[in-house]
């Protein structure tokens, strides 16, 4: 693969389009010894790739404060799929942080209130009713055994 030649600016978009293509473009600027402009790149393929597990991280706890408040809110509707979920989501996250050590509980306390905000409009589209959705604890979302 021949060298892209990239400025910053296309080091950015690289790296949000593909990590594997950025990856091979870096590799290809080193053979050629253009190694300032790899390190650009490296930069940017490290910011894009936090920026991806950080949208991970997001997503799952979304998706179990979701179901938690799905749960809280509808008792007689419980079901061995909505705790598994759970289970699911939660494992998801403890794995995230295990391969992206930065990803503290810290960050996660950090996006709590964007992500519950989040998890109530879906989980009230999905509930299709209003009803009042409870405030979330960390107990709630994280250490709570919920099953049937």
């Known amino acids: 693969m021949q060298s892209i030649g990239v400025n910053r600016m296309n080091w950015r978009e690289q790296a949000v389009s593909s990590h594997y293509q950025t990856a091979v473009a870096i590799r290809d600027e080193l053979r050629q010894g253009h190694v300032a402009e790899a390190a650009i790149g490296i930069e940017e393929l490290i910011d894009a790739l936090s920026r991806s597990e950080r949208r991970a991280l997001r997503s799952q ?6 179901h ?14 909505w705790a598994g979920s759970i289970r699911s989501a939660r494992r998801e996250i ?8 930065s990803l503290t509980d810290d960050v996660i306390r ?13 989980a ?3 509930m ?9 604890s960390w107990q709630d979302v994280f250490e709570t055994n919920y099953r049937v």
Do not use: F, G, H, Y
């Open 61 to 66: 706890l979304i998706r179990l404060m979701k």
């Open 68 to 81: 938690v408040l799905k749960w809280l809110a509808q008792p007689d509707q419980r079901s061995r799929s």
């Open 94 to 101: 403890r794995d995230i942080q295990e391969e992206t050590p």
């Open 110 to 122: 950090s996006m709590w209130a964007a992500c519950l905000e989040a998890a109530r409009d879906e």
């Open 124 to 126: 009230l589209t999905e």
């Open 128 to 136: 299709n009713q209003e009803t009042d959705l409870p405030d979330l």
